[in-house]
């Protein structure tokens, strides 16, 4: 996104949230008419979206993303305190500087949880009005939430309701028509400068995902070095590693178990291959006629020689299809 924000909003924002994060791929059979037949569920007459004329605080940043589905992403600097109400006008969470709690007698908790409204148990389904049951769910400034509004597509618009520092506030969420998709930015790999023993592409027609392969003839472990130099991948005989507390690692998009206490290393594939998203492969210029330039330094462990695995990114026009 082309917006800077400040650092509370980067910090906060995954906290709580269903992200999945997917690389796009675009096949040949994208140019087809039957690659625009169906929009996305949810999509239907438009993204849900967080009106530009919303009025919101100061150190309070609230968006639509999708993950599996449509939903609220909130994140704050730590100092607010903030109430979000359900459909029914009552809060069922609350946010007291860096500590989230939830109402669990609350029917806004309970369709919370799933994206098109979770299941409310019976003794809430009653017309009497319940106590709340505020109960710390983490000590966090920042939540993710689903709201089953965010996918009735029938609902051009609705409000959602807050309380900000006990002011009363409802916050407009529209749907808006997306921008068509004219191209796409194309990574392509220069492959003179590969190591003897490595394998390296890109495997997807855009975004940033990066393979390496460490062939079975390789004599050493290679090493993915980040921006500091520091590795963050080891290509070894074993498997491929990853240093669990290297600023890199969440970036590289890699499941994997907790580290030991005795290192911070933690194995994330048996084979010597590993596809991962490579951040470097997103330098983007600021124009589509401009070409990018990108570079993945490797080296061998114990070597001080680093090659560097470089490539281009380049914009790549879609085609309208001839009738």
Not at 142 to 151: A, E, F, Q, S, T
């Amino acid at each position: 996104m082309p917006i800077v924000k400040a650092n509370w909003v980067k910090k906060t924002l995954g906290l709580g949230l269903a992200f999945f994060f997917c690389t796009l791929t675009i096949y040949a059979s994208f140019h087809t008419n039957a690659a625009f037949a169906h929009a996305e569920h949810g999509s239907e007459g438009g993204i849900p979206t967080v009106s530009s004329k919303a009025k919101l605080p100061k150190g309070v940043s609230l968006q639509v993303v999708k993950s599996t589905a449509y939903q609220f992403a909130l994140s704050t600097d730590g100092q607010q305190r903030i109430e979000i109400l359900g459909e029914d006008k009552r809060a069922f969470l609350r946010f007291d500087g860096d500590k989230l709690y939830a109402d669990l007698n609350s029917t806004g908790w309970h369709r919370s949880r799933q994206p098109g409204g979770g299941p409310v148990p019976e003794r809430l389904k009653t017309k009497q009005l319940i106590q709340a049951n505020w109960v710390l769910l983490d000590q966090q400034p920042g939540y993710g939430w689903y709201d089953p509004r965010l996918l009735n597509e029938e609902m051009a618009h609705f409000n959602l309701g807050m309380r900000i520092n006990g002011k009363p506030l409802n916050v407009r969420i529209e749907r808006q028509e997306p921008a068509p998709m004219t191209g796409y930015w194309r990574p392509s790999l220069r492959t003179e400068n590969m190591p003897d023993g490595l394998n390296a592409m890109v495997p997807g027609l855009s975004g940033n995902t990066f393979m390496l392969s460490r062939l079975p003839s390789a004599e050493g472990d290679f090493q993915v070095l980040d921006a500091k130099g520091q590795p963050f991948l080891e290509l070894r005989e074993d498997g491929v590693w990853l240093d669990s507390q290297n600023p890199w690692a969440k970036q590289t998009e890699l499941f994997h178990a907790p580290a030991s206490a005795d290192s911070p290393w933690v194995k994330v594939s048996e084979t010597g291959t590993i596809t991962y998203a490579e951040p470097r492969l997103d330098a983007k210029p600021k124009k589509a006629s401009q070409t990018g330039q990108w570079a993945v330094p490797i080296k061998l462990k114990g070597s001080d020689k680093t090659s560097l695995l470089e490539g281009e990114l380049k914009w790549q026009r879609i085609e309208e299809p001839k009738p």
